[in-house]
Every structure is written in C-alpha cells, then in structure tokens.
C-alpha cells in the first residue's frame, strides 16, 4: 500500500495561484496513475485531476481546466497541482490519491483509486 502526504495548501486571495505536492512512499508509485480530489463543506468529494503512471495524459474537471495543471517527478516520487486563477469556489480539502494497478488508464471515478493522503486545506478569499 502506498502512503500519500498532501502539502503546498494555505490562503490565498481570489486570482492568486498555489502549488500543492503529494508526496508518496511505500509500494512502486512511479507505476501508478495519481489523481487530485476535493471536497468543500458540505459537499461530497469531486474530481479535480488525473494523470498516467508516466504523465504522458492527463484529465480535468471542467470547473478547473485552463486554470489547474497536474504533473509528477517520479523520481522524487512526487505529484503536482499548480493552481492558478483561484476562485473562491475552489475552496476546499484537496487530497491525492493512487490508482487500484499498475499502469491503469485514466479515470475520473473514486472508485478506482485504492490509496488516499489526508489532506490539505486551501482557502481562497474574494
């Protein structure tokens, strides 16, 4: 079982950009494919954004798509999230997670990622 560890959350003001890092330990992450989530308060958890074992394709949520942007340095066995264009709407818990196997294709659904970090909250302020 991979463990994740989410960082890179805090406040910003709308417009203001962060990056938040998932750092990952355990079973061989390079292999899997990685994805973003978040849930607001009183919302159910939604998809942000998946990226492959490689990082050769990756997918958004249309709420987030031209302003988010997913990456990983499987050396440093490490997935990114660079958020740019803030709004507050996109306040939120953000957590990463791991695919279910090796090598998967890309999926938006919970259902298919087996790991999960606890967390990071980033608030963005109008």
């Known amino acids: 079982q991979v463990q994740l560890v989410e960082s890179g959350g805090g406040l910003v003001q709308a417009g203001g950009s962060l990056r938040l890092s998932c750092a990952a330990s355990?079973?061989?992450?390079?292999?899997?494919?990685a994805g973003w989530f978040r849930q607001a308060p009183g919302k159910e958890r939604e998809f942000v954004a998946t990226?492959?074992?490689?990082?050769?394709?990756?997918y958004y949520a249309d709420s987030v798509k031209g302003r988010f942007t997913i990456s990983r340095d499987n050396a440093e066995n490490t997935v990114y999230l660079q958020m740019n264009s803030l709004k507050p709407e996109d306040t939120a818990i953000y957590s990463c997670?791991?695919?279910?196997?090796?090598?998967?294709?890309?999926?938006?659904?919970?259902?298919?990622?087996?790991?999960w970090g606890r967390g990071t909250q980033v608030t963005v302020s109008s």
């Open positions: 997670a791991a695919r279910r196997e090796m090598f998967a294709p890309l999926s938006p659904s919970e259902a298919d990622f087996a790991s």
């Open positions: 355990g079973r061989t992450f390079r292999y899997y494919a």
């Open positions: 990226i492959t074992w490689n990082g050769g394709n990756t």
